[in-house]
């Protein structure tokens, strides 16, 4: 059974920091597509960010150059951090893995706010 747990989410000030993490269980991040999508209040789920199991990255618009993915292949973990956060990147960030179904973690609460 594959479960995507995710960490590392809370309150910041607007240019502050945070680092996500996913850790996966049942499978191995590695061999799939990986990253997070997030959700504010009242939006559509978009893309943040997701790495190729070959560790090619791609980013949405709203995280060009600010936010960085990676992945811990020893740990079985994805990572976002976050730079430079705004009060625009406040919402629900969720972990997700792209196997021959897609599974997504609980999320974790982003809030930017001063």
């Known amino acids: 059974q594959v479960q995507l747990v995710e960490s590392g989410g809370g309150l910041v000030q607007p240019g502050g920091s945070l680092r996500l993490s996913c850790a996966a269980s049942?499978?191995?991040?590695?061999?799939?597509?990986s990253g997070w999508y997030r959700q504010a209040p009242g939006k559509q789920r978009e893309l943040v960010a997701n790495?190729?199991?070959?560790?090619?990255?791609r980013y949405g618009d709203s995280a060009k150059g600010r936010f960085t993915i990676s992945r811990d292949n020893a740990k079985n973990t994805v990572f976002l951090q976050m730079n430079s956060l705004k009060p625009d990147d406040t919402a629900v960030y969720y972990c997700?893995?792209?196997?021959?179904?897609?599974?997504w973690g609980q999320g974790t609460q982003v809030t930017v706010s001063s």
């Open positions: 790495i190729t199991p070959a560790g090619f990255t």
């Open positions: 049942g499978t191995v991040l590695s061999n799939y597509i």
């Open positions: 997700f893995l792209q196997t021959y179904s897609n599974y």
